[in-house]
């Protein structure tokens, strides 16, 4: 069978998001920037649609100091708006039968 697990990008993708969630609640969004950077390399357009959607999808009064650092991050404000968008998609799951 060729090709398991998941393409490069897409990888990336998931460690990206995973490490601002992680962070989360950090008082000092610094380090982390510096680590996204880091573990991004070249891919900054990655880096953008990451950033952009996590803060979208999470931003609040307790993610703010980690929200306002992605937000920076060159690129990552045009993906806000779709974030915003999933977290407000309406929950889906199996039809239902209505009587």
């Keep these: 069978m060729p090709g398991h697990g998941l393409d490069p990008d897409t990888a990336l993708d998931v460690l990206l998001s995973a490490i601002c969630s992680r962070h989360r609640y950090t008082k000092d969004a610094g380090p982390v920037i510096d680590e996204l950077r880091r573990i991004a390399g070249a891919r ?5 649609r990451v950033a952009g959607s996590w ?10 100091t980690l929200s306002e650092a992605l937000r920076e991050i060159p690129g990552a404000d045009a993906w806000v708006a779709p974030g915003r968008e999933r977290r407000d998609a309406p929950v889906h799951g199996a039809p239902q ?3």
């Design 97 to 99: 039968v209505r009587p």
């Design 55 to 64: 803060v979208g999808y999470y931003d609040d009064d307790h993610t703010r």
């Design 44 to 48: 900054l357009d990655i880096l953008a």
